[in-house]
């Protein structure tokens, strides 16, 4: 009998010692982001939001060190599969990270629905990935494309403006942010006259921007985003349009871009989920730290990339770091709300986020707010069935 209760003891302690050695292992977070091409500045700043967040909480999230991987995707759609594979195969990560592309981020999302790995989207629009392709493991800390797309239109048909022309990449991104924009323009009375487009990444804008003269709309929508919505707003200017056909677009068009588009970018208005001069203690204080760790200005990217920290860290606190109890840190993540920079949000059953639309105008070198567009705005999660 005292034979039995020591080799039970003595089992226990080992399962007890195993456990706490599995607690303290780091947590393998596979960063999937562009550290090349157009949109290599936001995936850095989503990178920087990101470890900034975990340095704020003692380099830990739910008591778990965190080990990164990292991975240059591009923005490339073609190498994407092959890409995500050596995160999830190669290094084997708990949790993945991006990225920005929304072609990227179909790939990575169809890879992590495949292998049951847990991926947070901190900016790809993609509609379909909180749309048909949703799934339990899959969230998202940014937005969807329809969503800064409806909040455009909603605010250029209330500005009375009557015919628009559009203008994007003709990706996901460009044509669901456009989607949105006529959604919301078309309900309020307007009508788009024009869709224009032209390939990712290319800036060869000159001729579209001769036909939006000659058609002259009451408005343009465009959207760009990173350095070729650095050239666009130049080359807008540059046309003379910017003070004959106002300008608008979703807030990337502006957002991490404005120390290079300096003077051409004033007064140009758009809608985002995030505004640089939101007068919050929990703003402050991000924008504060960030600028004192990377010694450069938050912007809508390092803002995601904090929040897809907080989301993770949310999961991982209510299981106390331990990863195997994937249902109730899933449970978790859907369930929390977030203390964004941007306000606090919460996600729709879809795992993305439901947030305020700002109106922001670009004064200076900031974005601001000049009040909400749409309140409490939730992507319509089309098809998704969880
Ligand atoms: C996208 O591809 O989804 C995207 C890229 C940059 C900014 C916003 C959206």
Redesign the pocket.
């Known amino acids: 009998m005292q034979t039995l209760t020591r080799s039970v003891l003595a089992m226990a302690a080992l399962a007890t010692a195993t456990f706490a050695g599995a607690q303290q292992a780091p947590l393998k977070v596979g960063l999937m982001l562009p550290y090349s091409g157009t ?1 290599a500045a ?1 995936g850095h700043a989503i990178e920087n939001g990101f470890k900034l967040y975990v340095q704020e909480s003692g380099g830990k999230l739910g008591g778990r060190e965190i080990q990164y991987f990292k991975v240059d995707d591009e923005s490339e759609p073609a190498k994407a599969t092959d890409n995500v594979n050596k995160l999830i195969k190669r290094d084997q990560v708990d949790v993945l990270v991006g990225s ?3 072609g990227v981020a179909l790939a990575m999302a169809r890879a992590a629905k495949e292998s049951n790995t847990l991926l947070i989207v901190p ?4 509609d379909a990935v909180t749309g048909p392709l949703c799934a339990a493991n899959i969230f998202r800390s940014s937005f969807s ?1 329809w969503q800064p797309g409806y909040a455009s239109g909603v605010v250029a048909a209330q500005k009375g403006h009557k015919r628009a022309m559009t203008i994007s990449w003709n990706y ?2 460009g044509t669901e942010s456009v989607k949105g924009f006529t959604e919301g323009f078309e309900k309020g009375g307007g009508k788009v006259m024009k869709e224009l487009s032209l390939p990712f990444p290319n800036v060869e804008f000159q001729a579209l921007l001769t036909e939006i003269a000659a058609q002259k709309p009451d408005v343009v929508f465009a959207f760009f ?2 350095g070729g919505a650095v050239k666009f707003v130049k080359d807008y200017d540059a046309a003379g349009l910017r003070k004959t056909v106002p300008l608008m677009g979703s807030g ?1 068009l502006t957002d991490g871009t404005l120390e290079a588009q300096g003077s051409a970018a004033q007064g140009v208005m758009t809608a985002l989920h995030y505004a640089d001069n939101l007068e919050t203690p929990r703003n402050n204080g991000f924008r504060k730290n960030y600028a004192l760790a990377y010694k450069a200005n938050a912007d809508v990217y390092a803002v995601q990339g904090y929040d897809a920290a907080q989301m993770l860290g949310a999961g991982l606190s209510a299981v106390k770091g331990d990863f195997k109890q994937r249902d109730a840190l899933v449970k978790a993540m859907a369930t929390t709300t977030i203390d964004s920079p941007r306000g606090k949000f919460t996600l729709n059953a879809a795992h993305n986020p439901v947030q305020d639309f700002y109106l922001r105008e670009v004064v200076g070198k900031n974005n601001e707010s000049k009040g909400i567009a749409v309140k409490a705005l939730a992507d319509p999660a089309r098809g998704c069935k969880l």
């Open positions: 949109y936001l920005v592309h929304s900016n790809a629009g993609a494309n996901a991104a985003a990173g990337f």
